[in-house]
């Protein structure tokens, strides 16, 4: 299924240790970020998500990515770690949860119909 692909670029994106390694490389990334509607093209790009994972993370209701992408850049501003999940679920929801030490946003999102699970070649 694309969606648990996609999370799992996400979380390697959001790795301490990459992200210490992207933000040095591009030290104005978390100001990017900061702007409404970058999340999708900042993510695309830097995560190297291919063009069936950048339909998916669209597919996403924008009030919900812009309640992911203001998360991030809040949690990543306070230097605390970023931990995103994904479940299978009816229709998209996001949930956000803080733990002092870090902030969890988990997804659930449906299997769209032009994304068919049995269809789908994670080699695409």
Known sequence: MPSA??????IDLLRPERLEELLNENPELLEQLGT?????????????LTQV???YLQAIPSPLL???RAAVV???SSGRDVHVSYAPGYDFNVSI???VEAVG???TGPYPP??????YDPAS
């Open 97 to 99: 949860h803080d733990t």
């Open 105 to 107: 946003v988990h997804l």
């Open 53 to 55: 994972d950048a339909e």
């Open 114 to 119: 032009h994304f068919p699970r049995d269809g």
């Open 5 to 10: 692909l996609v999370m799992r670029k996400l």
């Open 74 to 76: 809040d949690t990543l």
């Open 66 to 68: 812009e309640g992911i």
């Open 36 to 48: 409404p509607g970058s999340l999708l093209p900042i993510v695309t790009e830097v995560a190297e």
